[in-house]
Nanobody
């Protein structure tokens, strides 16, 4: 499987960025797609995830109301719209996708895209 991210960059506090991720190589339905981030010296943490039906989303408390996750199942893409960015949002952002069945569970990670928010 392969996940390719795009859209990172540097922005001033209060600004916006949009991250995109495209998954390929899955032979079964991608059940869950989401975004995680890792800041220097910290563990990787969940930012937002969405199931295949779009009916279930989960956001980290720190991004609720500012970030919005969206998904196109037909294209196997997932986007993260980030508004009102704060310096503490600075991190490498990783896309994740997983396919889960009764007798299988597999997935992958993107290479990461840097998001830097200056104060």
């Amino acid at each position: 499987v392969q996940l390719v991210e795009s859209g990172g960059g540097t922005v001033q506090a209060g600004g916006s960025l949009r991250l995109s991720c495209t998954a390929s190589g899955f032979t079964t339905t991608i059940n869950v797609m989401g975004w995680y981030r890792q800041a220097p010296g910290k563990q990787r943490e969940l930012v937002a995830v969405m199931n295949s039906g779009g009916g279930s989303t989960n956001y980290a408390d720190s991004v609720k109301g500012r970030f919005t996750i969206s998904r196109d199942n037909a294209k196997n893409t997932i986007d993260l719209q980030m508004n009102s960015l704060k310096p503490e949002d600075t991190a490498v952002y990783y896309c994740n996708a997983e396919s889960i069945g009764s007798d299988y569970w597999y997935g992958g990670w993107g290479q990461g895209t840097q998001v830097t928010v200056s104060s």
